[in-house]
């Protein structure tokens, strides 16, 4: 895995503790996710779910749209999106559903709409980014907390020189990034990359 994003992944998971045992992972993409909770839960007890076909080795798995989850109610602990719901047709629906098989909580990850960065990346005509404000509208009459987390959102694929990070030794990348995640602790404001969004379902 590339080891940049590979750290922009373990940063936001480490600022997200989990409530539960059990998790659903919508919009699982190829897994990279899946593969960080494991550690954490276990495979055998978190599943992910995507429009296209996904195969993450001793994971389940299921291809199918978020806007109706193949499991029955109540069926985890937490059902975690990060940088799904923006791209479903019908929120509404697909948040529906979330709160259906969720036994504890939801938790979305959103790209901050009002991020500079994200906001000079991104192709509004495709991309439906939530706001601090446009989430909390969404989220009128359920128990939620909102906080935000400072994260590059883009890989070496696109800031080409962090591919070098892939050849270095693992203790000076290690100590590079320990590095910069101390810095990124101070951007960590409602400008932030990304909104971490917990709701309450009991």
Known sequence: MDRWVEFN???????????GK???DIGCANGEYL???SEKLGKQNIAGLDIYATNVPGIKTVKASAEKIPFPDKSFDVVFEKDALHHVPNREKAFAEMKRVAKKEIILVEANLHNRVIDIFIDKRFHRHFSKETLAEFLKGEKYSISFIEAFPFGSNIIFPLKLLNYLPNFISNAIFYRIGKMLDF??????????CRISCR
């Open 187 to 196: 951007f960590e404001g409602e400008k932030a990359t990304f909104i971490v």
């Open 9 to 19: 992944q373990k940063r936001i998971l480490e600022k997200i503790p989990l409530n």
């Open 35 to 37: 593969q960080l909770f």
């Open 22 to 24: 059990t998790l659903l």
